[in-house]
């Protein structure tokens, strides 16, 4: 049974932009504070942005600060990730994620604190 679908990669020139989606069949989903991770080739998975269960707060990492925004949409079940100036170094399979539906605003930022995952989409940004 997949939970979390991820879609919206693909190839993308420097400068450009993406929109990642992340649609759930998991029921309340909006108990679920939802985060997006992405791994290259070697890394260790790494956090991107996490929004809490009503989007009341929202976390990034540093490196895409003022270029990407996480948001949800609880009424279609879905995540987004909205990917603007995009760079090389952002090339990576990009994950989304669910927590284990505390409905708090303590904003997770590991791997170990999500219990769903997606099968990912990969993003690659040419120079």
């Known amino acids: 049974q997949v939970l979390l679908a991820e879609s919206g990669g693909g190839l993308v020139q420097a400068g450009g932009s993406l929109r990642l989606s992340c649609a759930s069949s998991m029921r309340a989903f909006s108990l679920y504070q939802m985060g997006w991770f992405r791994q290259a080739p070697g890394k260790e998975r790494e956090f991107v942005a996490a929004?809490?269960?009503?989007?009341?707060?929202?976390a990034y990492v540093d490196s895409v600060k003022g270029r990407f925004t996480i948001s949800r949409d609880n009424a279609q079940n879905t995540v987004y990730l909205q990917m603007n100036s995009l760079k090389p170094e952002d090339t990576a399979v990009y994950f989304c994620?669910?927590?284990?539906?505390?409905?708090?605003?303590?904003?997770?930022?590991?791997?170990?604190?999500?219990?769903?995952w997606g099968q990912g989409t990969q993003v690659t940004v040419s120079s």
């Open positions: 994620a669910a927590d284990s539906g505390t409905q708090d605003n303590y904003v997770r930022s590991t791997p170990r604190e999500f219990v769903y």
């Open positions: 929004i809490t269960w009503n989007g009341g707060r929202t």
